[in-house]
């Protein structure tokens, strides 16, 4: 199995930016297909962006596009997430996930692997 560990989150002003790592161990980081996932307070834990094994394919959910873009570099196995003019509706703990799945997916459930998450609070 992989191990994820997540870091970058942080304080920052509305319309700031930052950027979250996401880094893996265990088994080979290109295997996997991976996503970013939130939660903020009270709410259910929401996709916000993925990307194929590879690196060519990628979705995003429609509250960050154009906002967002991830990335991943299999040689440090290493996933990022660089997140622009954020809104203090992005404030949420931030995950990293990694899929076996042939298929690049965006549902929560379909990912088999977790990191731990880290908190991103944006204030007005």
């Known amino acids: 199995q992989v191990q994820l560990v997540e870091s970058g989150g942080g304080l920052v002003q509305a319309g700031g930016s930052l950027r979250l790592s996401c880094a893996a161990s265990?088994?080979?980081?290109?295997?996997?297909?991976m996503g970013w996932f939130r939660q903020a307070p009270g709410m259910e834990r929401e996709f916000v962006a993925a990307i194929s094994r590879s690196g060519s394919t990628t979705y995003y959910a429609d509250s960050v596009k154009g906002r967002f873009t991830i990335s991943r570099d299999n040689a440090k196995d290493t996933l990022y997430l660089q997140m622009n003019s954020l809104k203090p509706e992005d404030t949420a703990v931030y995950y990293c996930?990694?899929?076996?799945?042939?298929?690049?997916?965006?549902?929560?459930?379909?990912?088999?692997?977790w990191g731990q998450g880290t908190q991103v609070t944006v204030s007005s």
């Open positions: 996930a990694a899929d076996r799945s042939i298929a690049l997916v965006t549902t929560r459930n379909d990912y088999n692997y």
């Open positions: 265990g088994r080979t980081f290109s295997r996997y297909n």
